[in-house]
């Protein structure tokens, strides 16, 4: 849920601020027009947002959900460059050093982007990442990103990098992967993950992002999740571990699950209250983000990463 936005959102928000700040008056001042007569070599056209531009919606909404957007701007002989940004979002900050070309798109871009307790669903609603799940919680941490282009369908082809992030005390829930979760094992509170913290490593790869691993753990449940995803086409598939609290198998309304947990308890010599135990069967998922559907996983293959 969260490993998308991760990487998407490094290279939405760089090519957003690219884009929007494009016209405003670079750090230094430029040179006269005359210049590019002389000095712009034969056939160089500036790059610019059109109203058939695919991005242009996105980017008035991007621009609209920030605070106190700040930009540096340098010229790179003809080429307007950006080379760091700074900006208010979800109750956090944003900091980023960068080398995004607006005059050259089709060369390499590249932006080391500094979360600081944003809040994750501004975050994930700046980066145009769409989940099937209530997430209240805070991230902070740093992307690392390399791309080309400045249209989202290229960047979404391009993208290389990694992100480490961590997370602040909170919850998830409306949640399929969670009610899938509370439903197998007749726990009704697990289809609500309050949780104490939470970390999150992801790479990504042309496009490909692996996340290896996402992990929570709060007072009923801990989780470990590893997985894959495609930008391009939103197909992932993920593989969690869970770790439930000994005594919560009380909870459940499944004499099996409130019988089978009393066995595997004894089995593992978990005999206090306050210990986890492993549950010995991993959930996996396919299909998309927001549609999550469960599959089989009884030999732990599927949902791993590709």
Same mark, same amino acid.
């Given at each position: 849920?969260? $490993?998308?936005? =991760?990487?998407?959102?490094?290279? @939405?928000?760089?090519?957003?601020?690219?884009?929007? @700040? %494009? +016209?405003?008056?670079? @750090?230094?001042?430029?040179?006269?027009?005359?210049?590019?007569? &002389?000095?712009?070599?034969?056939?160089?056209?500036?790059?610019?947002?059109?109203?058939?531009?695919?991005?242009?919606?996105?980017?008035?909404? /991007?621009?609209? $959900?920030?605070?106190?957007?700040?930009?540096?701007?340098?010229?790179?002989?003809?080429?307007?460059?950006?080379?760091?940004?700074?900006?208010?979002?979800?109750?956090?900050?944003?900091?980023?050093?960068? %080398? *995004?070309?607006? !005059?050259?798109?089709?060369?390499? %871009?590249? =932006?080391? *982007?500094?979360?600081?307790?944003?809040?994750?669903?501004?975050? /994930?609603?700046?980066?145009?990442?769409?989940?099937?799940?209530? *997430?209240? !919680? =805070?991230?902070?941490?740093?992307?690392?990103?390399?791309?080309?282009?400045?249209?989202?369908?290229? /960047?979404?082809? !391009?993208?290389?990098?990694?992100?480490?992030?961590?997370?602040?005390?909170?919850?998830?829930?409306?949640? $399929? *992967?969670?009610?899938?979760?509370?439903?197998?094992?007749?726990? @009704?509170?697990?289809?609500?993950?309050?949780?104490?913290?939470?970390?999150?490593?992801? !790479?990504?790869?042309?496009? %490909?992002?692996?996340?290896?691993?996402?992990?929570?753990?709060?007072?009923?449940?801990?989780?470990?999740?590893?997985?894959?995803?495609?930008?391009?086409?939103?197909?992932?598939?993920?593989?969690?571990?869970?770790?439930?609290?000994?005594?919560?198998?009380?909870?459940?309304?499944?004499?099996?699950?409130?019988? +089978?947990?009393?066995?595997?308890?004894?089995?593992?010599?978990?005999?206090?209250?306050?210990?986890?135990?492993?549950?010995?069967?991993?959930?996996?998922?396919?299909? &998309?983000?927001?549609?999550?559907?469960?599959?089989?996983?009884?030999?732990?293959?599927? +949902? =791993?990463?590709?």
């Amino acid at each position: 849920m969260l $490993r998308k936005g =991760a990487c998407v959102a490094a290279g @939405a928000l760089a090519f957003g601020w690219v884009a929007f @700040a %494009h +016209g405003q008056t670079p @750090a230094v001042t430029p040179p006269p027009a005359s210049y590019y007569d &002389t000095a712009r070599p034969s056939g160089l056209a500036r790059f610019k947002a059109t109203p058939k531009d695919e991005t242009l919606t996105r980017l008035l909404t /991007l621009r609209s $959900r920030l605070r106190n957007l700040k930009m540096t701007w340098i010229w790179e002989g003809t080429d307007e460059v950006m080379t760091d940004f700074t900006a208010e979002l979800g109750g956090g900050t944003i900091r980023a050093e960068s %080398h *995004i070309n607006w !005059t050259s798109p089709d060369r390499e %871009h590249w =932006a080391r *982007i500094r979360l600081d307790n944003v809040g994750v669903r501004e975050f /994930l609603q700046v980066a145009n990442v769409q989940v099937g799940a209530r *997430i209240d !919680t =805070a991230v902070s941490g740093q992307m690392n990103m390399r791309w080309r282009g400045l249209k989202l369908h290229t /960047l979404r082809q !391009t993208l290389d990098g990694e992100a480490d992030f961590t997370l602040r005390a909170g919850s998830i829930s409306h949640n $399929r *992967i969670l009610d899938a979760f509370a439903g197998f094992s007749g726990i @009704a509170a697990l289809d609500r993950f309050d949780f104490d913290t939470g970390a999150v490593k992801a !790479t990504c790869e042309k496009g %490909h992002v692996l996340l290896n691993p996402l992990e929570l753990s709060g007072p009923l449940m801990r989780v470990r999740a590893r997985g894959f995803s495609n930008l391009e086409t939103d197909a992932m598939k993920l593989r969690f571990e869970l770790w439930v609290l000994a005594d919560a198998a009380k909870e459940s309304v499944k004499p099996e699950v409130r019988g +089978g947990v009393g066995w595997l308890r004894e089995m593992a010599g978990k005999t206090d209250a306050d210990e986890f135990f492993q549950v010995p069967l991993p959930f996996s998922f396919e299909g &998309t983000l927001s549609k999550p559907v469960a599959v089989t996983d009884f030999g732990g293959q599927r +949902g =791993a990463s590709e």
